[in-house]
C-alpha cells in the first residue's frame, strides 16, 4: 500500500465517514440486500487491510527504534567500559565550557 492509504488520519477519516452513513438508522434500524451487505463487507474489508497495515508499520517503527536505543545502551557500556580501563585512550570531555569574568577569556 501507498504512504497515502496507511497514514493514520486517513483511516480514521474512513472509519468516521463509513459509521457517519449509518448514523442516521440509529433509532429505526435498515435492512440490506445481498448486494449490500456484500458492499458493506467490501468497505470494512479495505479499512481493516489499511488497519492492519498501518499496524505493521507502527510495529516495525518501534521493533527499530528499541534496536537503536539497544545499540546506544552498549555504545554507553562498552565506552564506560574503556574509560574505566587505565590503558585506554578514552578521555572525558568538557560538557560545558568553565566560566570566566566578563572580559577574561
Not at 58 to 80: T, Y
Not at 87 to 92: E, I, P, Q, T, Y
Request: no cysteine; glycine share 4%.
Amino acid at each position: 500500500m501507498s504512504q497515502e492509504n496507511t497514514h493514520p488520519i486517513t483511516l480514521i477519516d474512513k472509519i468516521e465517514a463509513f459509521r457517519s452513513r449509518f448514523e442516521p438508522y440509529r433509532d429505526i434500524g435498515f435492512q440490506a440486500n445481498a448486494a449490500g451487505v456484500t458492499l458493506l463487507l467490501a468497505e470494512l474489508d479495505a479499512i481493516h487491510a489499511q488497519a492492519r497495515e498501518s499496524m505493521f508499520e507502527l510495529s516495525a517503527l518501534r521493533w527499530n527504534f528499541e534496536g537503536r536505543a539497544d545499540q546506544a545502551d552498549e555504545l554507553v557500556r562498552a565506552m564506560r567500559a574503556n574509560y574505566a580501563d587505565p590503558d585506554s585512550n578514552v578521555v572525558l570531555l568538557p560538557t560545558a565550557l568553565p566560566r570566566t569574568e566578563a572580559g577574561t577569556a
